[in-house]
């Protein structure tokens, strides 16, 4: 990776993670469409062979096949129609085909993968730990909008994200290791307390278990003590979003929305606080 390169100049560092993340970027709007399909069709596989049932013919799904099409006319993209944010742009978020709206959001997964990538390097600079919180921000970046849109929270992204952490420590930060196992120890049972108290008041369950895998994951990165502000974070994060669609028309009252983006969103505010920043503001020892 661009910012493990012996010798790299700093401005040099920021400007390639940027350029690196734009097009990681690109990647994860495939992974964002993609990957719920390919986890509802292996379920559906796995229900139908446990039911000894004959399998459904469909052509080949995964994140490489088919090639990216228009979504209205099945336009095949072509490369200079895939160059991130510059083809939007060209193309004046348009299908070249049939003229067909390209979602904004598009454009803008690749600007937020290239900003939390370059500035990550930029706070941080270069080095193994930057490389592997870049890694966390793309994959907190995709489980948030995967959550947002499907309620779902796929355990292949957030438990290698998860022992990513533990391991980083065991490398690099030995002394911190218990600690990130105690996190992620504690990230998950406190939320599953939470959710088996609620299900016994209400008769309802109020999270998923991929929740409960995602607070792990903070708790493995950041340890134990960050995992109250996290939470206090993705609440008030929650909150202020819920409220809004609310005002506007665009959620009815007391209809559910997904956590995970929440939680998501205070992990990538804990990346750029820093959880010892975050834990000295919670418990009131100075502001952020």
Known sequence: MVWLAPGLGAGDAVWGAALLGLLVGS???????????????GWRSEALATLDLPPESHEAFDLVRPRSRCGACGHPITWWENIPVL?????????????????????????ASAALSGALVALQGPGVWTAGTVVLAWGLLALALIDFDTTLLPDGLTLPLLWL???LHAWLHPSFLPQAVAGAA???ASLWCVYQAFRLLTGKEGMGFGDFKLFALLGAWFGPLALLPIIVLSALCGAVVGIALQRSGLLERGHPIPFGPFLATAGLITLFIGPQRLVAWALGGGGI
Not at 90 to 95: D, K
């Open 165 to 167: 952490g533990l391991l």
């Open 27 to 41: 990647f994860l709007n495939v992974l964002i469409l993609r990957l719920p399909v390919m986890l509802e069709r």
């Open 186 to 188: 504690l990230g998950y």
């Open 87 to 111: 083809s939007w742009l060209l193309l004046r978020g348009r299908c070249s085909a049939c003229g067909t709206r390209i979602a904004l959001r598009y454009p803008l997964v690749e600007i």
